[in-house]
């Protein structure tokens, strides 16, 4: 697949520089995705604060909560990309199994493998905002029970936010990361 805007290359101007530390660890040099963005500058400087409040401590949801929606999110967006990059450095410092790497891209909330109400239910929410935008009465009377509004605002957001950067790293067709996992090597029955 070639990428249809290319990635910034290093040696980076200064502004952009800053840019890119700012986005990633210390020490860790930029990921595809980012030397794409900051062909908008103005959009990347923008989004910069959102994205950071969604990977920080400051997002109400845990460690786990987070990568399973945004795994879901990405593997239902066929955003391989994404996905992988998450997978890769997210699914085993948020506890998930193998077993759950795969039904979060191929299965469903039923998998035996999901055995906390919690993990199903952000499944389940993911999945609905995805295919109809939106939350059924009966779901969302579930998810109340389990987590605050806070929570759910963020849930909401978060997938939503993971569509808008599944959608700008597929249309632009960003290059996959080197050793990140793909979709093809997770085995199991397809999403639904």
Known sequence: MTSRIDPVSPPYSGHVAEQLDAMMPPG???????????????????????????????LSLSLRDRE?????????CRCEYEWGVHVAFFAGRAGLSSEQVSSLTQGSACDPCWADQRDRLLIQAADALHDSADIGDDLWRELTRVFSDEQLLDLMMLAGWYHAVSFTANGARVALEDGAPRLADVQGPPAR
Do not use: H, Q
Not at 35 to 41: G, K, L, Q
């Open 28 to 58: 860790v040099p930029p990921i595809l995705l980012f030397r794409t963005f900051v062909r908008n500058f103005p959009m990347t400087t923008a989004m910069s604060g959102w994205g950071s409040y969604e990977l920080s401590k400051r």
């Open 68 to 76: 399973i929606v945004i795994d879901r999110t990405c593997a239902r």
